[in-house]
């Protein structure tokens, strides 16, 4: 494992969501320095390349699930989607989202527990640096493709970590059994570089309305 600054290392070990939260309060007018410009965090652009692999962007409405600061969002815009919303748990995090003027709603909710959006109300759905250490359970996947339409794209980012020590690929097999989607591409992509971390890469099309 490469370089981490001391408040990655704290985020990636934290117990508690309030734990987490209080970290992210601190860290939010900071964190778009240290992950882009210190780090190399590659995530955004990957989830781009995927998603606009499957999703043309043209009159999509996509939903940038843990949109934290928002460079997702920038990603998703300069890729040519004009309809994101976004979704975070931390209101620090997202007070620095509405600074980025790319997304037409942002809304805190939490994604360990039901969604307040309807059935397949978005054609595609990100989830970016989310499936992380005390973030977001496995499940959260069942939600995230439950708001997307018939034949739209989730794509999503999951720390090799993460996958090794979560049931997140017992839930991902679930799910494709279950007939509610279909597995498009799972491949490993760099993560943050100056950490020489990876990540999966999980795009699954929605085959089965809800």
């Known amino acids: ?13 934290t117990q508690s969501t ?19 410009d210190t780090w190399g965090y590659s995530g955004p652009n990957r989830t781009l390349f995927w998603l606009r692999r499957y999703l043309e962007p043209e009159g999509a409405r996509v939903l940038d699930a843990g949109c934290g600061t928002g460079l997702v969002g920038v990603s998703l815009s300069q890729g040519g989607y004009k309809y994101i919303d976004g979704i975070d748990y931390s209101t620090a995090m997202l007070a620095e989202a ?22 397949g109300t978005y054609d595609g759905v990100t989830c970016v640096g989310t499936f992380t250490s005390a973030h977001v359970e496995p499940e959260a ?14 794509c999503c980012t999951v ?26 591409q ?21 085959t089965q309305a809800t």
């Open 18 to 36: 309030d734990e987490l939260m209080d970290l992210y309060a601190d860290w939010a007018a900071h964190y778009d320095q240290d992950v882009s």
């Open 141 to 154: 996947l069942y939600e995230l493709i439950r708001v997307t339409r018939l034949g739209g794209i989730v």
């Open 186 to 206: 799972l491949c490993e992509e760099p993560y943050v570089h100056s950490e020489e971390s990876t990540c999966k890469m999980v795009v699954l099309e929605v």
């Open 159 to 184: 720390r090799e970590e993460y996958w090794q020590e979560t049931h997140f690929p017992e839930v991902l097999n679930q799910i494709e059994a279950s007939g509610r989607a279909a597995l498009k």
């Open 98 to 119: 509405v600074k980025k003027n790319v997304y037409q709603q942002l809304q805190q909710m939490n994604m360990n527990a039901a969604l307040p959006i309807d059935a």
């Open 1 to 13: 494992m490469g370089k981490q600054t001391a408040i990655h290392e704290q985020v990636l070990n």
